[in-house]
């Protein structure tokens, strides 16, 4: 068959499947793009031949294309993705910072960014990059790093074994995230006699592996011989499917679980062995339960800094058992290594350990605290008052129910919403916490949607995230998508505001202000509007402005059929959301010298902390 490169790529593409548990998927089941002179061409004039096979979404960022693609991806668990196409140069680089957070929390995502001629007719060429001392470099190897497997197609033949590798690696469950294949915008439309067999329907299977036996009797060895463990829940959990047996698992042996932020969900709030969020966002509950305990079994997580307290979170002689399908992640902390799918491994795991129990009594009653405390931060003595962040969650919190979907990425909120936040499904808690990218939000609820339409999907951004990327607003309106966006306006970057106040600079820089003649930034807020923005790019804003307000305007939003916004005026930059504090260090370096007082006492508490780090040796 005689097609050119982008044609067979799109076309083979189009056959080929996910399977797992013998349900089947589209493994590429759309494709974004923006268009210009380095793909339009080839993979834009591929698109249109074969428009029936490979539906197409329109985006206008090319960084915003990747974040709805991963939000698809990780609403889908993994079983299904999207593809990105973009021109050279610009469009190219823009891709950088979505295959790093796509490969960061392990979402496949295939780009396709177009490149520089293979055949050098012209040299340079318009958007080019241009560097005496390599020939072969342009800026698309700026994805190497980010990407889990990168090739440039620079003979029609090499696009056949590329392909394959390319597709191998976004359906394997240890190894997935952000894949490039270059695309040299001559190569894109050269023509090639193809087989047939490269077009023919491909069925990749998610595979899952099951626990070594000397690995399972040594994990169920470790719990048996346990006084105090703890399961630590990350999004493993999640992407393996493995609910219902993390559930099973903690109900047969009474051990208490907390959760990451891309675990959180994995058991409801209400279940009695959910003791709440562990790490620096988490809870006191959670946090008391991981200094008291002496054997850890983290399933599917990666222990960041966030988690671990920064190294100061866990006794010095707790023990980690890690189960993990991959055994980079299953080694970490020293621990006994459990690798194998996170179903799998809990379901060996619980039947390794023979009905073995352990008492909860103790964590129950702080657990009820708790959420005395979460009562308390979501609380309205006002209804005719302008609402607090915390508020606006609660608010939120009476109108939701199992089929909504929250998305979140950056700034206080993860916080909040991690300590806070009732989750009543599996898939409701979406906060991108492993890259935390400022722009997220929009475009991945966009994904979200496409993947699991007919649910109510929430973009919960601060003024300063929506600043970073409201394009896809635009995108949303095209597509008829019922987007639900919830914009707190503080005039700031409050999280990093308070961040900066306790390192001691003071909150420099972190004000929406007009600059004083000083050079500071103390003149009033800047009269930005986003609502007006928000309404420019075709929504339909809401504009609350009491408590009275908001849980009108939110219900409204909520049955709303159409890309909507609440704009919700809260309280000022400097002042921080009221949630209780999790009592968890992060380790933010702080000036070793200054002259500034502020800057001298955070270095002393800093070094207090700091003192108290320890490794699990």
């Known amino acids: ?227 105090r463990p703890l399961v630590v829940a990350g999004g493993g959990v999640r992407f393996s499917g493995a609910e219902d047996a993390l559930r099973a698992f903690a109900e047969s042996t009474g051990i208490p679980v907390v959760t990451t932020q891309a675990g959180k969900g994995v058991l409801p709030y209400d279940h009695r062995c959910e003791a709440g969020g562990v790490g620096h966002t988490g809870s006191s509950t959670g946090n008391a339960l991981a200094r008291t305990s002496d054997l850890v079994i983290g399933v599917g997580t990666r222990y960041t800094d966030f988690t671990t307290a920064s190294g100061t979170l866990f006794p010095a002689d707790t023990r980690f058992l890690n189960l993990n399908i991959t055994a980079f992640d299953a080694h970490k902390q020293n621990a006994l290594p459990l690798v194998a799918d996170a179903r799998e491994g809990l379901t060996a795991l619980t039947g390794a350990l023979g009905g073995h129990r352990q008492d909860a009594a103790q964590w129950i009653f702080s657990k009820r605290e708790w959420q005395e405390h979460v009562d308390a931060a979501y609380a309205v003595p006002d209804e005719d008052a302008r609402p607090t962040q915390t508020q606006v969650l609660g608010v939120l919190d009476t109108l939701v129910d199992g089929s909504d979907i929250l998305v979140n990425a950056a700034g206080s909120l993860p916080g909040d919403l991690h300590r806070l936040w009732r989750t009543r499904s599996s898939d409701q808690y979406h906060v991108e916490y492993g890259y935390s990218c400022m722009g997220y939000e929009i475009p991945a609820a966009i994904g979200v949607l496409l993947a699991a339409p007919g649910r109510p999907v929430w973009a919960l951004v601060g003024d300063g995230t929506y600043l970073m990327n409201p394009t896809e607003i635009v995108t949303a309106v095209q597509e008829r998508l019922p987007l639900r966006l919830v914009v707190l306006q503080n005039h700031g970057y409050a999280s990093i505001g308070g961040l900066s106040e306790a390192v001691g600079a003071e909150r420099y820089g972190t004000d929406y202000r007009y600059r004083d003649a000083d050079g500071g930034f103390t003149g009033p807020p800047l009269p930005v509007d986003l609502g007006a923005n928000a309404a420019s790019l075709g929504m339909r804003v809401l504009r609350p402005r009491t408590v009275r307000d908001l849980r009108q305007a939110l219900a409204d939003a909520r049955a709303a059929t159409v890309p909507t916004c609440v704009y919700v005026e809260t309280e000022t930059a400097d002042t921080v959301s009221g949630p209780p504090s999790a009592r968890a260090w992060w380790d933010v370096p702080v000036a070793e010298t200054s002259t500034r007082p502020s800057a001298v006492k955070a270095r002393e508490e800093y070094d207090r902390h700091a003192a108290a780090r320890r490794r699990h040796l």
């Open 1 to 227: 068959m005689r097609l050119t490169v982008a044609q067979a790529l799109v076309r083979f593409l189009a056959a080929q499947y996910a399977e797992r548990d013998g349900e089947r998927h589209r493994l590429i089941a759309a494709t974004w793009g923006v268009f210009g002179h380095g793909n339009v061409a080839g993979i834009g004039q591929a698109l249109v031949e074969d428009a029936p096979r490979m539906p197409f979404h329109q985006g206008r960022n090319e960084q915003a294309m990747v974040h709805a693609a991963v939000g698809y991806a990780r609403q889908t668990n993994r079983l299904s993705a999207h593809a990105v196409t973009t021109s050279i140069g610009p469009g190219a680089t823009n891709l950088v910072t979505g295959a790093a957070l796509a490969t960061i929390n392990h979402l496949p995502v295939l780009l396709l960014p177009g490149d520089t001629f293979a055949g050098r007719p012209a040299d340079p060429v318009l958007q080019q990059l241009q560097l005496p001392r390599a020939g072969d470099v342009s800026v698309n190897d700026c994805l190497r790093p980010v990407s889990v497997y990168f090739d440039r197609i620079t003979r029609p033949e090499a696009l056949v074994p590329a392909a394959l590798e390319a597709v191998r690696v976004l359906a394997d469950p240890a190894a997935t995230g952000a894949v490039t294949l270059a695309l040299p915008q001559d190569v894109q439309a050269e023509a090639y006699d193809w087989p047939e067999e490269f077009f023919a329907d491909r069925t990749w299977h998610v595979r899952r592996p099951r626990p070594d036996t000397a690995e399972l009797d040594a994990a169920a060895r470790a719990v048996r011989s346990a006084v």
